[in-house]
């Protein structure tokens, strides 16, 4: 176990390699609408347009058995896995210090030679509540709104791509598939 610094926190580096002794697979739709309402008076009238909209949720089960028989299971959510039973999988999870579990941000299948990263994680661990909070307290400077805006969304700008940009130097880096000898 080692740790890493991410945006000045520390987690703790964690993995497991195992071989794939079961794994499910389950799609979750959710659909959701709106509108359809209006009305007529004498003829004429208006009807608002239906709006339907659907999102898959993919849902993966692993269970692994490292060499001395120890199991792990792997409760996935939105990775959608290639994998089948006998795939060598590492998983590889971080966990903030002080804290008990953290999610996964990498797992590379060695049968497919394949890597897959939870890159909504790695962005959110890279960026930083305080600039999050910090752009919007912008707003209240004694500006005119308009420039009030352009600071407001120049930050908020600037915080979503430090999150993008810190996932990206993080998976090219090879740092998390090193540290679990990968």
Known sequence: ???????KKTYEHLFFRGSVVGA?????????????????YRGTGYTAPVRIQSTTVTHDMIHLADEDGRE????????DLSVRE????????????GRKKGPYVAIHN???EETDYNEKEL?????????????????????ST?????????????????????????????????????
């Open 86 to 97: 006998t795939h060598l999988l590492t998983a590889i999870w971080l966990v903030k210090k």
């Open 24 to 40: 499910e697979k389950q799609l979750e739709t959710k659909v959701s609408g709106g509108g359809g309402g209006g009305g007529t």
């Open 1 to 7: 176990m080692a740790d890493i610094v991410i945006n």
């Open 146 to 182: 308009g420039v009030k805006l352009t600071l407001v969304a120049v930050g908020l700008g600037y915080w979503w791509y430090r999150g993008i940009s810190g996932r990206k130097q993080l998976i090219a880096s090879g740092q998390l598939l090193q540290m679990a000898g990968v």
């Open 123 to 143: 962005a959110r661990m890279h960026r930083s509540l305080w600039m999050f909070f910090a752009s919007l307290a912008l707003f209240f400077l004694p500006f």
């Open 72 to 79: 792990h299971a792997m409760r996935l959510q939105d990775w």
């Open 110 to 112: 060695h049968s497919l």
